[in-house]
C-alpha cells in the first residue's frame, strides 16, 4: 500500500497509509472504533477503490485484474460470519462453488470444523437455519472460515473475527489461525480493536488512529 487514502464523499477516512506485506507474513491492525481498520479492508478487497495512492501486489496495480481474479485469492472472515439456510457442506461451498465434497472436507479439517459437523445429525449434509442459529458462535466462525479457505486463497484478511465470541472460543479460534499460517504459508492481515489479541496471531503490529498507520513494531515491542 502506497500513500493510500479514500474519502466517503467529502469525508476523509484513510489519509497517506502506507504497508507492505511480503508473502508468509501475519500483519495486525489494532485501532479503537472509526480508525480505518474496516475502511482498509474494503480497499485491499476492491469493495471500493483508492481516492488516493495505489495498492499493489507483487508489483501490479490490483485495478488492473479483474475483480473475480483478484478476489479468488482472498480469503475473508469477518466479525459476524453469514451462514445462509442450506447445508454444511453448501455453506462451505460457497467459497469455491462447484467445490467437490473432498475439497470441502479439506477445507473444514483445516478450520478445525470436521469433528463438530461430523457429530452434527446428518454430518455435512446436516441443515442449517438462517444465520446459523442452531451453532454456537465458535461453530459458525469455523465455517466461515472454512468457507474462506475453500478456494485456496494466497491472502487472508480477517476483521474482527474473534470479537463476539467469549474467551475460551476465542483462543480456540486465535490457534486454528496460527496453525493455518504454520501449516499453509498463508499471507495473513488479522484486524481487531483487541492489542493482545493481535498479538497472538501476528508477526507485526500496526496502529491505526484517525485513519493513519501510526505505527508499525514487532508485537513483542508494544
Given amino acids: 500500500l502506497s500513500n493510500v487514502g479514500f474519502r466517503y464523499g467529502s469525508r476523509t477516512v484513510l489519509r497517506n497509509v502506507n504497508l507492505s506485506i511480503g508473502a508468509g507474513e501475519m500483519i495486525g491492525l489494532v485501532g479503537h472504533s472509526g480508525s480505518g481498520k474496516s475502511s482498509l479492508v474494503n480497499m485491499i478487497c476492491r469493495f471500493y477503490?483508492?481516492?488516493?495512492?495505489?495498492?499493489?501486489?507483487?508489483?501490479?496495480?490490483?485495478?488492473?485484474?479483474?475483480?473475480?481474479?483478484?478476489?479468488?485469492?482472498?480469503?475473508?472472515?469477518?466479525?459476524?460470519?453469514?451462514?445462509?439456510?442450506?447445508?454444511?457442506?453448501?455453506?462451505?461451498?460457497y467459497g469455491k462453488p462447484g467445490a467437490t465434497r473432498s475439497e470441502i472436507v479439506a477445507a473444514a479439517r483445516a478450520a478445525r470444523a470436521h469433528e463438530f459437523i461430523l457429530r452434527l445429525p446428518q454430518g455435512y449434509?446436516?441443515?442449517?437455519?438462517?444465520?446459523?442459529?442452531?451453532?454456537?458462535?465458535?461453530?459458525?466462525?469455523?465455517?466461515?472460515?472454512a468457507r474462506a479457505l475453500a478456494s485456496q486463497p494466497e491472502f487472508l484478511v480477517c476483521d474482527e473475527p474473534t470479537s463476539a465470541l467469549d474467551v475460551?472460543?476465542?483462543?480456540?479460534?486465535?490457534?486454528?489461525?496460527?496453525?493455518?499460517?504454520r501449516e499453509r504459508g498463508l499471507t495473513y492481515l488479522?484486524?481487531?480493536?483487541?492489542?493482545?489479541?493481535?498479538?497472538?496471531?501476528?508477526?507485526?503490529?500496526?496502529v491505526m488512529y484517525l485513519g493513519r498507520l501510526v505505527e508499525l513494531a514487532d508485537k513483542h515491542s508494544l
Avoid at 78 to 85: G, M, N
Avoid at 168 to 181: P, Y
Fill in 49 to 93: 477503490d483508492v481516492t488516493e495512492g495505489g495498492i499493489k501486489v507483487d508489483g501490479v496495480d490490483i485495478r488492473s485484474y479483474s475483480l473475480a481474479s483478484f478476489r479468488r485469492n482472498i480469503g475473508l472472515v469477518l466479525q459476524e460470519p453469514f451462514l445462509f439456510f442450506g447445508t454444511i457442506a453448501e455453506n462451505i461451498a
Fill in 125 to 145: 449434509d446436516s441443515l442449517v437455519g438462517e444465520r446459523g442459529q442452531a451453532l454456537s458462535g465458535g461453530e459458525r466462525q469455523r465455517i466461515s472460515i
Fill in 190 to 206: 488479522f484486524i481487531s480493536h483487541n492489542l493482545a489479541v493481535v498479538r497472538h496471531v501476528s508477526d507485526q503490529v500496526g
Fill in 168 to 181: 475460551s472460543v476465542q483462543a480456540q479460534v486465535l490457534n486454528i489461525m496460527k496453525d493455518l499460517q
